[in-house]
Structure formats: C-alpha cells, structure tokens
C-alpha cells in the first residue's frame, strides 16, 4: 500500500507558522509564514499537516491587539488563555486536538512516520515548552497542545513535541529533526 512517490512522512504544524494572518492582531512577525521553515519541510521531503488554529477555531480573528493600550503581549495571551477555558471554547479545542490525533493515527496506522508536532513556545494554546499564564511566560504547555498531547497519549502514539520561537528558530530546529528522523 502507498507504494507510490511519497515520503510517507509528515510534521504536524502549528497553524500560525504556515499562516501568519491567523494570530492575534499585533503579534505577527511575517507578512505570510515561516518561510525558511516550510523550505526545511520541503527540503527534507516531509509532508506538512497544518494543525489547526485553535484561538481561531475557538475565539475568532478579531481577538484584539495586545498593544493597543500599551499592554504587554502576555497581558492578551492571558486574556486569550482565560477564553479558551470557557466550556464551549474548551469543548471545541478538545474537539480540534481529537480530530489532529486521528489524523496522527491514520497516518501510523498506514506506516507512515509521524515525526513530531511543531508547536509555538510563550503562546497560551501552542505553547510547547513554555505558555503564558496570569501576565508571565512559564514552563509548561498551551491548552491545544496539552490536549493533543494527552490524546496522544490515548491513541498509544508517542510523538515528539517541539516548541519554536520565531522564523530562525523554526527552520533551525525542523532541520534538526528532520535530521535526526533520517
């Protein structure tokens, strides 16, 4: 099966690293995506799945500009992190990290690698190492990924998590588990 040109291969993505228009207004840092790491991705012949945007999915586009009232960028990740507690937004973002560990696992049950899922670090739903949390960055991770996580873990699938700073980082730390995946 699958015995075509494909690498049988994939990366889970955070959504805003392929699609900057998708975060919070004032926050982006390309005018599209991550360029440098979409080319390790395709350099490294592995496909792409965009997870999706859970503050999007849940909260909507409009979620307000962190520094338009001199507010420090974590003062609207708090306010983003408190959102996605409420019970629809949190039953919808657990509905979104179900639907990415399926397709993780569909994806293994048919032989391919699933190697890792690529989150963003400081962000109260993708964070992977560190999230934001009353004003602060902290260890730990954002809601989406804890659910993925923990879904994960459900379906038996053990995925490495790696969390991603900016454009340089990404492409950097892609390359090297791309590498390191061989």
Known sequence: MFTDGRSRRVLLIAHCLLNQNAISDGTAV?????REAVRALLDGEAGIVQLPCPEL?????????????????????????RALCE???????????????????????????VLGVVGVDRSPS?????TSDRDAEVPGRGLFMEALSRRLAELGLEVPMLGVRG???AAAKIKALLQNAG
């Not at 390309?30 to 991550?34: D, H, R, V």
């Not at 999915?57 to 992190?81: K, Q, S, W, Y």
């Not at 990290?97 to 399926?102: C, L």
């Not at 993708?126 to 560190?130: D, H, Q």
């Open 167 to 169: 454009p340089e980082d």
């Open 57 to 81: 999915c849940c909260l909507g586009l409009d979620r307000g500009d962190p520094r338009g009232a001199e507010r420090p960028v974590t003062v609207e990740n708090t306010r983003i992190r």
């Open 126 to 130: 993708c964070g992977v190492e560190t």
């Open 30 to 34: 390309c005018p599209a995506a991550f």
């Open 87 to 113: 019970p629809s937004a949190g039953k919808r973002l657990t509905a979104l990290a179900d639907q990415a560990a399926r397709q993780a696992a569909e994806y293994r049950k048919h032989g391919f690698a």
